[in-house]
């Protein structure tokens, strides 16, 4: 039975070349994807300015007793005499302190005007190595080395002196020298003295690079350093993860990779599974004919069950084998893509072993065989007498597993749909992605009878307004449900995924401007180009003439810890895990005049020195005057007085702290925003003019309108949307292949019928009348079904994020999906049609007889 499986490959062209598309792109996705997803959990960062140091040492990023799944966001520092300690250990030959301050470079004539740069201390440049090719090293106060490449892009060179915004300050240095090292092209190097001094971190350092003498053990140097740094957050990294050092973030971002990465492979798995037993399955319903012939010339049904297993593995064997080049390309092309979208950072490296492409080619092979074994068993179930049969017509579409299935999947949905309409706006869409992918699973198992009845409501308007050929299509849709259902399911799924995710990302991003803009009541901010603005500044405007009320507005994540510490025992099990909470640092006396927090019950006017106002909803055994165990953004513990409970927008809880307080514990030290609203009767253009007249005491400062103040919360949110629509265009792609591949496959496998219909006198254009009746049949069933999944998907979220049944977004987008969709099943089936009617009718039904 294999050799007859091989041999009649060649006379089912279309329906093997099918199925190879679909595993084809199928696999090639999972694996893209499985690759995304090891890459998140190795983070393999290899190092660029710290190239020269085979150990470095750095702060513990991870939350103690989370064993590293749960990460601050700020960097955690080092006390700065750990570089001493590690100084005189045995085996190390130089222990080399950095420290990293953000800044922008500017010079009257510059090429590329201000540039946003990265300073460093002189002493660290050998950890590049970074080595002078014109002019000196920085020696004084007012000298600064710049990267080769970044002089290049300014056009700057040796002996010009530039600006430098910094600190909330300027200085003015100059160009002592060019170095050329590894590192990030914006690099710029002080004298080490300067470096500390704009730094304003005293006691503290960043990393610490370890170079080693000649011969040492490396592990044992590295387990000496642990010991010596023992009951102090502290990382010793080396090989590709000294990258952590350079980019915390990588650790964050690695997080959110594994995350984005399950997501989407889980999306574009379930994608594969319903597309490829969807083709597989219509390519050998199209052949039920072929099969009752086989059983009546004497074929038992194990035969006919090895014979269509037989012909699909070997399809499904190169299909998946050749996807195993193109997959890890995805995948590396998924990483450098949301890399330019700032979603990782650049230096994360793609890594992916053999793990993805078995998974992926594991995946395609069992939904293939999967699907082939399941249409194997109808058909060897086929009557012999059937091959009498003009064709085979499918009486009974639904069995028990089927409709078990289904019902399943549906209650699935169902239940998902419910504790999406229950959860908080930004955790709403993941459940409702999945939701989707069950209401679509649910309306494809009971795809035949819903095209029945589809078929059944447009019976009479399609014969109204078309005539013969309206009644000749809803006959052959009538008769053949299961390939009637075959065709319309891509139509399905590519319309209802896209228009339930696109609508869905829509929808998020309206929820959180609407939050946004419903707490915001300041008039415009106060922001600088310098990395930010220092604490005292908002006195300084808050006493300019005009001005109601300012505050400052410093964002960071930490968490609420629990009232009693958790046991040894609890965190050596990994079943600690703290809340994490949002943290916005305020001026208590401006915080009610510029955004809409309240309280609850105590008061904001408290909120100085070591305090804090929770949210209502996270406030729970806490009361006025308790001490609330909380750790910062850098991992610094503090036990802080709750003095206020604030109301918040469900989803959108943030812990209020003291400006003074939360900004010692921030990597810029800075407040980034001050917000200020007017008093009444003030000219707002008059106020601004008054605001930027700071920036000659305040060189970078800047004056920001409300509108555009949203507008640049706006441009926040695009990059995560940007993110959830590059995922969505991928699998949205592959849906619409398969959609392309099943018109295909659904029309070019009608030879003989079409043949027929020329042998007893219709036309060609009769022919092609009748299947764009088929066409937008299949089409309105399709976008049906497929606006059903969005409605289902899209009504509990809207309600979750915005109180509202109805989704925010364009109904263009609708229209968009709607045309495409339709104008593609139009189109390929007519093209599909007018090729197979190229041939000579006679000779087609003597070839298939």
Known sequence: MIRIALRTLRFHKGGFIASFIALFFGAAIVIGCGGLFETGLRSAAPPGRLGAAPIVVTGDQSHPGTHGETVFTERV?????????????????DAVPDLSFDATLAHDGAAAGPLKVTGHGWSSAKLGPYRLTAGTAPTGPGQVVLDARLAAKAGIGAGQRVQLLVHGGAKTLTVAGLADGTGESDTLFLSDPLAAQVAARPGKLDTIGVLTTPG??????????????????????????????????????????????????????????????????LSIQQRQREMALLRAIGTTPGQLRRLILGETLFIAVIATGLACYPGPRVGRWLLAAFAR???????????????????????????????????????????????????????KWVSVPRLAFALLFLGGGTALALVTANMSGPMAGSTATPAAMLWTAGFGLLGPGLAKVITAVLRWPLRALTGLAGR???????????????????????????????????????????????????????????????????????????????????????????????????IDEGDFEPTEMPMQGVTAEGVAGTTAFHATSGSLDELHGDTVALPASEAGG????????MRFGDGAE????????????????????????????????????????????????????????????????????????SAVHQSEDDTQAWMAYLVLGVVVAY????????????????RREFMLQRLIGATRRQVLRMMTVEAILVAVAGLVLGSLVAVLTLVPLSESVLGS????????????????AFVLTLVTTLISAALVLRSRPGAMVGLRE
């Not at 050092?245 to 997501?263: F, H, Q, W, Y």
């Not at 009541?521 to 106060?526: K, N, P, Q, S, W």
């Not at 292949?737 to 009608?750: D, F, P, S």
Request: hydrophobic share 45%; charged share 15%.
């Open 77 to 93: 520092p080092l006390d700065a005499s750990l570089a001493t300690t590690i100084k005189t250990l045995p085996g190390v030959a």
């Open 622 to 629: 806490f009361h006025l005057g308790d001490q609330v165990p």
């Open 472 to 570: 000749l299509a809803t006959l052959n849709a009538k008769a053949r449900i299961g390939r009637m259902a075959g065709a319309v399911m891509p139509v399905m799924l590519a319309t209802g995924l896209a228009t339930a995710l696109i609508y869905l990302q829509t929808t998020q991003s309206s929820g959180s401007q609407q939050a946004f803009s419903d707490n915001m009541r300041a008039d415009l901010a106060v922001t600088s180009v310098s990395g930010g603005l220092p604490l005292s500044m908002v006195d300084t405007i808050r006493k300019q003439p005009g001005v109601a009320a300012a505050s400052a507005q410093i964002s960071s994540l930490g968490y609420l810890e629990p009232k009693t510490p958790p046991s040894q025992s609890e």
């Open 638 to 709: 503090a036990s802080l007085k709750l003095v206020a409970t604030v109301d918040a927008r469900r989803g959108y809880e943030t812990a209020l702290l003291p400006a003074s307080l939360l900004v010692q514990h921030t990597d810029a030290g800075l407040v980034p925003q001050i917000t200020v609203t007017a008093q009444q009767g003030t000219d707002p253009a008059r106020l601004v003019q008054n605001l930027s007249a700071l920036a000659q005491q305040h060189p970078g400062l800047s004056v920001l309108p409300r509108a555009m103040v």
């Open 735 to 750: 849906a619409t292949i398969a959609l392309v591949n099943t018109q295909v496959l659904a029309t070019t496998e009608r």
């Open 805 to 820: 049944p109805v989704p925010e977004g364009s109904p263009w987008i609708f229209a968009t999906v709607v045309v495409a």
């Open 341 to 395: 979208g700032d979603v990782v950072p650049d230096a994360l490296a793609y890594r992916a072993g053999w793990i993805p492409m078995v998974t992926g080619v594991g995946a395609a092979l069992l939904t293939a065989l999967g699907a082939a074994f399941i249409s194997a068993r109808g058909a060897a179930r086929t009557r012999p007498t059937e091959a009498l049969a003009e064709a085979s017509l499918q009486r």
């Open 216 to 281: 040492a053990d490396r592990g044992q140097v590295v387990a000496a350093i642990k010991k010596a740094a023992e009951g102090s957050p502290v990382s010793v990294l080396t090989g590709d993860r000294r990258g952590w050092a350079e980019n915390p973030s990588i650790i964050t971002d690695g997080t959110k990779l594994v995350t984005l990465a399950s997501v989407f492979g889980g999306l574009s798995a379930m994608v594969t599974v319903f597309v490829v037993s969807s083709t597989t399955g």
